[in-house]
């Protein structure tokens, strides 16, 4: 079946500018992650959704950073004001159910490549 | 802090099994043991996770101590395609969800 697809796959933009990055997780998957990964680092985690509600919002930076997921399926990651220490690959994944029970596997998209000039 | 410890990286050579260590050696009782890896320019990819049995799937075992303090993953063959950063994250009960990764193993397969 299809997996978790991210698009943009590049985004390039402007000091300042407001960006908009979207996720279509797999579908009937409750759970949906963002995540940031910057070059020669791990994927650093942003926002955790459950169904249509952000239950941890506190890897997100600062208030620039905003996450939407209304109907509990396609995601969006708002950035305002967009810095250059904002570039990094943003990753989406989605589970099954994160009950927390530790056994949940996250599928992850490939990824949107934003770079802030 | 991701709180387990890998080499930064290793080498093999193709067709020859590799072992990765990862160091958890605050594991807490509930953490299970996941391995995720990453290919060039693509997303984290599950690879396999354990609690305090040896775990075996179509891509790899999972050896992990008694003590549960260390842990290895076992590629039995390795090929070209097996070339990525492995991360050995501990992911556990209650509201642990989210993956912590740290800077995970970068694995090189000579041909």
């Known amino acids: 079946g299809a997996g978790v697809s991210q698009t943009p796959s590049n985004k390039v933009t402007e000091k300042g500018k407001y960006v908009e990055l979207r996720c279509d997780p797999i579908?009937?998957?409750?759970?949906l992650y963002w995540y940031r990964q910057s070059l020669g680092q791990g994927p650093e985690f942003l926002i955790y959704f459950q169904g249509t509600g952000a239950a941890d919002d506190s890897g997100l930076p600062n208030d620039r950073f905003f996450a939407v997921r209304p109907e509990g399926s396609v995601s969006t990651l708002k950035i305002q004001r967009t810095e250059r220490g904002d570039s990094a690959v943003y990753l989406c994944?989605?589970?099954?159910?994160?009950?927390?029970?530790?056994?949940?596997?996250?599928?992850f998209g490939p990824g949107t490549r934003l770079t802030v000039l | 802090d991701a709180k387990t410890t890998q080499p930064n990286s290793m080498e093999s050579n193709e067709e020859e099994p590799v072992h990765l260590p990862c160091n958890h050696s605050?594991?807490?009782?509930?953490?299970?043991i996941h391995w995720y890896r990453q290919l060039p320019s693509q997303g984290p990819e599950y690879v396999i996770h354990g609690l305090t049995s040896n775990v075996n799937n179509r891509m790899a075992s999972l050896a992990i101590a008694e003590d549960r303090k260390s842990s290895t993953l076992i590629l039995h063959r390795a090929t070209l395609r097996d070339a990525a950063v492995y991360y050995c994250i501990r992911y556990g009960g209650g509201s642990n969800y989210k993956l912590t990764f740290g800077k995970g193993t970068l694995l090189t397969v000579n041909p």
């Open positions: 994944a989605s589970s099954l159910n994160s009950g927390g029970l530790g056994t949940d596997t996250q599928y």
């Open positions: 605050t594991i807490s009782g509930t953490d299970y």
């Open positions: 579908s009937g998957h409750t759970a």
